[in-house]
């Protein structure tokens, strides 16, 4: 059977992509790749592993080749802050990245799984109930590089018939991975501050509302559109997807009921919250739903407890 290959796969999205993976495909068919050397204590990707550069397509090549991969997740790219930082660097990075992925796929018939945003719309998108078909004018690079990959992958689909496949992914939540550079990154960091210091000083407004999903839900809409039946997907890449429309002082709010003495002071990130202002409020994922039945496990509540629980585990785990 052939291989699945994961790009990225020490950022946020692939530390816990590539266990899930695993768990169901088995170990030897899923191959974490990444720009970085393996950590020692990378348990999640420990083998197999292979160093890659995804904006060099030949080394590209190579890996498809040589673990006879079928099935390519591509998660290596800069993220929304990060990119504003270096806007260079980000379309070089995000745009050959997701360009030599789709030739290698075409050259050897592989399915391929592209990730894109709520960065993907702008400050003329409708911010509530954002359509799945709608104007989309990102302000950002970030937002720029996943329109354009949107549309890439809709061309190789069409044009060369490359199974792509993809998600507008909102801000994402783990206990897992460090937060890599996203505006919607506080919500990650929110958490780990909670329980470690009791305070938090959050780069976004209280009410600055954004739409989120937990980790677990992403990994689960992720595995889930690569498996439905091609035939079912009326839209194919870039699928709305969300669980929860949250504000800062709303997940404060729920850590409260966990953490009495949490608090929270904002001094808002001028560049993030400009970032974070342009994107919409609350997704319509209904297109999803009907599709392919996507449907989150995880609304703020559900999330918050385990978060914590999780959390307070590792700490005693740690202590012994």
């Known amino acids: ?39 020692s204590r ?22 498809v080749r040589r673990y006879d991969v079928g099935t390519i ?38 399915q391929v799984f592209f990730p894109s945003s709520i960065g993907a719309f702008g400050p003329s998108t409708p911010k509530d109930a954002t359509p799945q078909v709608t104007i989309q004018r990102p302000t950002t690079i970030y937002g720029v590089t996943k329109v354009a990959g949107e549309l890439l992958c809709d061309y190789y689909a069409s044009r060369f018939e490359v199974d792509t496949r993809g998600l507008r992914l909102p801000g994402l939540v783990s206990y897992v991975a460090a937060p890599g550079g996203g505006t919607t990154d506080y919500a990650a960091e929110m958490f780990l501050h909670a329980m470690r210091y009791g305070r938090y000083t959050c780069f976004l407004q209280a009410g600055t509302r954004l739409d989120m999903m937990y980790m677990p839900d992403a990994l689960a809409a992720m595995i889930q559109v690569m498996d439905a039946k091609a035939g079912l997907l009326h839209h194919r890449n870039a699928y709305n997807v969300t669980a929860m429309s949250v504000t800062p002082a709303e997940i404060a709010e729920a850590i409260r009921q966990h953490i009495p003495g949490f608090a929270v002071d904002y001094e808002a990130d001028p560049v993030r919250q400009a970032i974070a202002d342009s994107w919409p409020r609350a997704l319509d994922d209904s297109e999803a739903r009907q599709d392919w039945s996507w449907a989150p496990r995880y609304d703020l509540e559900a999330m918050t407890k385990d978060i914590l629980t999780r959390l307070q585990e590792s700490l005693v785990a740690a202590r012994s």
């Open 73 to 110: 997740y591509h998660l290596a790219a800069l993220l929304s802050a990060s990119a504003e930082a270096a806007p260079q660097l980000a379309w070089s990075v995000n745009m050959a990245g997701i360009y030599n992925v789709l030739e290698v796929a075409r050259a050897y018939y592989c």
């Open 42 to 63: 990378a348990a999640a990707v420990e083998a197999p592993y292979d160093h890659l550069d995804c904006t060099e397509p030949q080394q590209l090549h190579e890996a």
């Open 1 to 39: 059977m052939s291989s699945i290959l994961v790009t990225g796969a020490l950022g946020q999205i692939g530390s816990e992509l590539v266990p899930a993976l695993r768990a169901r495909f088995g170990t030897d068919r899923v191959i974490a790749t990444d720009l970085r050397v393996l950590p």
